[in-house]
């Protein structure tokens, strides 16, 4: 059975870390769910519009392995201000399953909601003193126990690769990695 992953977006998500987010998943075979916490239609901070699979309502009461969200600014506030991805999020970090962020939303969804409490982390370098561990910062993809954080757009790939490996090991993520030409560990 597929390993399940819940990416959460909001108006105002960065487009790149979001839909590479969701490419690179898909690739490596995981059952992916793409849910909004505004509208079925939302836009992203460029301008891409995306349509997903759920409002994130419809996702509360499933067990995912892992939930991603993108960064991006006004969409790492969205996200932050969702109450439902909040309890679904705190929920799955008491349950020991992964949680990830990427580009601003360490610093303003996890850092915000207690999520980063006592764990290294790394963001969107304009955002990293909001962090209270600010010693992994530098660091492009941070893994601490089942909370994985990211630096944003330029290492999307590599955040998103590390979430495969993870989810379904080392070997599928260098095989995805390959199929896309990127080298990776």
Do not use: W
């Amino acid at each position: 059975m597929a390993k399940t992953v819940l990416v959460a977006m909001a108006n105002g998500s960065e487009d790149m870390e979001s839909v590479i987010m969701i490419d690179v998943l898909r690739r490596a075979e995981l059952d992916v769910t793409v849910a909004s916490v505004h509208e079925k239609q939302i836009t992203c901070a460029r301008g891409v519009h995306v349509v997903v699979d759920k409002l994130i309502g419809e996702c509360f009461d499933t067990q995912f392995d892992m939930i991603a969200i993108p960064g991006g600014l006004p969409g790492a506030d969205n996200l932050r201000d969702s109450e439902v991805l909040k309890d679904m999020l705190l929920k799955q970090q008491a349950s020991n399953k992964y949680v990830a962020a990427i580009c601003a939303s360490p610093a303003v969804v996890f850092q915000s909601h207690g999520i980063l409490t006592d764990k290294k982390a790394t963001c969107y370098p304009a955002f990293a003193e909001q962090l209270d561990d600010q010693s992994s910062t530098g660091a492009k993809v941070v893994v601490d126990g089942y909370c994985v954080t990211s630096q944003g757009p330029g290492t999307a790939i590599e955040f998103s690769l590390k979430l495969v490996e993870l989810l379904c090991g080392l070997d599928k993520a260098r095989e995805v990695a390959s199929a896309m030409l990127v080298d990776y560990q």
